[in-house]
């Protein structure tokens, strides 16, 4: 396999596990999921969360990506591409660590953006965080955020139409 090839194949994983995470986040993590993600919605005092356990499933599927990929473990069936994927999910993990659990959720450092980017991303999360329990709410994906304007007047119909319970100090009255 060619080292294009190998580099296309780690950030097309990369860039389609925010998909996959934006997915799993709306209809798992708020849908048959919650009583994984519950906490992460609530407050406490605890150095770790049961969604924290996500990030275990996280990991199972990078693991079995670099299983399928290893010749090792596979064989002659093993699956070159399987590695590079398994690299792939394995960069948006810590992607994800240091963007969702360090920069927003300021688990592992104290940093508040200022102004671009990351700002957005940081605002785009907490509007996620206005709503109260799993029903409605904006902002699932965790690399790509909106327009975080946009998001407070999604989350100003959701409260008008009684989708979603968004608390007062979300700005979307």
Same mark, same amino acid.
């Given at each position: 396999?060619?080292?294009?090839? #190998?580099? +296309?194949?780690?950030? +097309?994983?990369?860039?389609?596990? =925010? ?9 798992i ?12 919605? =609530? ?12 990030? #275990? ?5 990078s #693991? ?13 069936? +093993?699956? =070159? ?24 959720? %300021? ?10 980017y990351?700002?957005?991303?940081? %605002?785009?999360?907490k ?6 329990g ?13 327009d ?5 007047? =999604?989350?100003?119909? %959701? ?15």
């Amino acid at each position: 396999m060619s080292f294009f090839a #190998i580099i +296309a194949i780690v950030l +097309a994983s990369v860039v389609v596990m =925010e998909f996959v995470a934006w997915g799993a986040h709306k209809y798992i993590m708020h849908g048959f999921g919650w009583n994984w993600h519950r906490d992460h919605h =609530e407050p406490h005092d605890n150095v770790l969360e049961k969604n924290d356990l996500y990030g #275990i499933v996280g990991a199972v599927m990078s #693991i079995s990506m670099f299983a399928i990929g290893s010749p090792m473990i596979m064989g002659s069936t +093993a699956w =070159e591409p399987g590695t590079w994927i398994g690299l792939g999910i394995l960069l948006y993990g810590i992607i994800y660590t240091l963007i969702h659990d360090g920069l927003v959720h %300021q688990r592992y450092f104290k940093y508040v953006p200022k102004s671009g980017y990351a700002k957005r991303l940081v %605002q785009a999360h907490k509007l996620h965080h206005a709503t109260i329990g799993k029903e409605g709410g904006v902002s699932f994906g965790f690399v790509f955020a909106r327009d975080p304007a946009k998001l407070k007047a =999604e989350l100003k119909v %959701q409260r008008e139409t009684g989708k979603a319970v968004v608390r007062d100090s979300a700005g979307a009255t």
